[in-house]
């Protein structure tokens, strides 16, 4: 897919308040707060009709960048829900714990290690100075049960992170494919924890949706492998976003690496919090692997049919999360920019056009003119069939444009009295506001060279 390249040379905005996301969100229909009329759950959220398509088309580019364009790449769909004794070999309910103190004054509540050193050391409340209490370890394994009759249901968790069906199918999929060591394994699903500080809107949640890469290689190759895709999924995320400078590294201390990995670097992106995790790229050697062989009685090694030799693959990891890259995206792309006619100020999504929920309006210029609206509707049912395409008539012209920028919708078509004479209807551009001339015949060709990715 080409890179962002819509934006226009003076583009350097502030850091959007994630209010701000959070009320676009819910005016035009991305993102709505779960159980509201019940008070809502705090860290779940629905998504509504723009933020299914937005998520729908995040989802299948990194399905078709990561799955479709790699020979050594399948794909799997596991389940939610497995064996509980996946999450004692895989560490997580020993390891998966936050650690919190409580603030004795205020009552309010940290995670240790998200407290500033200063107050570890001095056992203070960063808020009111109050005395803080001992540490507590709390799991983020959520539990579910198995079965009706009490007492003999079993206890087994919703997946805590969704990576574990594919150790779990590293067998199967050895056994059912072609695959030969290098290669890897994808998986897009949902994972659950019971977060202690849900918040941030998308940003920390309670259910969200995991994309992973779980690639097996001999332990010879692991350093070149992680190189590769680390460097792979960094240009994966430049090439959607549009402030580049805002994206790095940054490596994992020895302290707060993860009890899987051995080494692991953060893609972070820099928003109003700060510089933040968006995916994680993790050395996770033989760990899974072994654990599962070990706790299955199964023997998950693997054997070269070259060289013959048996071994126990090692796995790099990139791990990212599907909601926060919605609302990385949409912190990247919001803007709020003067009117060139001095009227009120334009917001705008500048979306990555391959991305944006809607990819095209059609818009008659006047609604009571009988003309316009039938050729209108007409271009939209033959544009809807190839892209989702939405046909608006209510209000001026003006605001129309200004519903859809809202919304990042790439293009507008205005059918025009000139359309009536010579078949030609106007194609605006989202970030220039620039229209050119188009003939009705090579508008589809013209709009799908444009918002899809190839
Ligand atoms: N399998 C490795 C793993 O789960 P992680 O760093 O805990 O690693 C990977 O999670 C990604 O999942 C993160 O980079 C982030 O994008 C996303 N993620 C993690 N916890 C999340 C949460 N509570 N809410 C939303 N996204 C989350």
Not at 5 to 13: G, L
Not at 42 to 47: H, L, R
Not at 50 to 74: H, K, T
Not at 356 to 374: C, F, G
Request: aromatic share 12%.
């Amino acid at each position: 897919m080409t890179q962002v390249e819509n934006k226009p040379a003076a583009y350097d905005t502030p850091f959007v308040p994630i209010e701000k996301i959070v009320a676009l969100c819910k005016r035009r229909g991305f993102v709505y707060p779960n159980s509201e009329i019940y008070g809502g759950v705090s860290g779940i959220y629905d998504f509504g009709p723009l933020g299914v398509e937005l998520r729908n088309n995040i989802r299948r580019y990194w399905w078709w960048s990561m799955v479709q364009m790699n020979d050594n790449v399948v794909g799997i769909e596991g389940a939610i829900i497995t064996h509980p004794k996946v999450w004692e070999a895989s560490g997580h309910v020993e390891n998966f714990v936050d650690r919190l103190v409580d603030c004795k004054n205020c009552k309010r509540r940290f995670r240790i290690d998200q407290l500033p050193e200063e107050n570890i050391i001095q056992n203070k409340c960063p808020v009111c100075g109050g005395e803080l209490t001992e540490p507590r370890r709390f799991n983020l394994l959520m539990e579910t049960y198995l079965g009706v009759v009490e007492g003999e249901r079993m206890k087994t968790y919703l997946r805590g992170e969704a990576c574990q069906n594919i150790y779990l199918d590293f067998d199967n999929v050895v056994k059912s494919t072609r695959m030969q060591i290098p290669f890897g394994i994808c998986q897009i699903g949902k994972a659950f924890r019971n977060e202690v500080t849900p918040g941030n809107f998308l940003f920390r949640q309670r259910e969200f949706e995991q994309w992973d890469l779980q690639f097996f290689v001999h332990p010879s190759e692991m350093q070149q492998w992680f190189d590769y895709w680390k460097e792979k999924r960094f240009e994966w995320y430049e090439g959607i976003i549009n402030h580049k400078e805002r994206l790095h590294f940054r490596e994992h201390g020895p302290d707060e690496l993860a009890h899987y990995a051995k080494k692991a670097f953060d893609i972070e992106y820099q928003t109003i919090l700060g510089w933040q995790e968006w995916e994680g790229i993790h050395w996770r050697g033989d760990w899974d692997l072994s654990r599962h062989s070990e706790y299955s009685g199964q023997d998950l090694s693997y054997t070269d049919q070259n060289t013959k030799e048996r071994y126990i693959p090692w796995i790099v990891e990139t791990s990212g999360g599907v909601d926060r890259t919605f609302l990385n995206l949409l912190l990247d792309a919001y803007e709020e920019e003067p009117d060139p006619t001095g009227k009120e100020p334009r917001t705008v999504l500048r979306l990555h056009p391959m991305l944006a929920p809607v990819k095209v309006a059609v818009l008659p210029l006047q609604k009571n003119k009988e003309e316009l609206v039938t050729t209108a509707r007409d271009i939209h049912k033959t544009l809807q069939r190839l892209m989702v395409s939405q046909y608006d008539d209510v209000s001026n012209i003006g605001r129309r444009y200004r519903r859809q920028d809202e919304i990042g919708t790439p293009y507008c078509v205005t059918v025009d009295f000139q359309t009536l004479d010579d078949g030609t209807v106007t194609v605006r551009e989202r970030d220039r506001m620039t229209q050119v001339r188009i003939n009705i015949n090579e508008l589809p060709m013209y709009l799908l060279e444009r918002v899809t990715w190839q």
